[in-house]
């Protein structure tokens, strides 16, 4: 929630390695904000409700999808290309 966010992800980064110091800076900064949300956006403006969300020449596969499902689309958009 708003309010422990950053407790907890400290807690849960303290072992992997990660860089705290410049990870809370860029928390308390949010220097990354805008970028994020603007990434949001046009996610959003595209459909996107949620991740993953994978995007071929403008088909949208939502949600972890096997190899297959990636395979049909593909041969699709280059039997449709000729």
């Not at 860089?19 to 403006?45: I, L, P, Q, S």
Request: proline residues 4%; contains cysteine.
């Amino acid at each position: 929630n708003p309010q422990n966010v950053k407790e907890k992800a400290t807690e849960y980064l303290k072992d992997t390695g990660i860089d705290m110091a410049k990870w809370t800076t860029c928390f308390d900064n949010k220097e990354t904000a805008a970028k994020v949300n603007k990434e949001h956006d046009e996610g959003a403006a595209l459909g996107v409700t949620g991740t993953p969300a994978f995007f071929i020449n403008g088909r949208m596969l939502v949600g972890a999808q096997p190899f297959e499902q990636f395979k049909n689309v593909i041969d699709d958009e280059l039997a449709a290309a000729k």
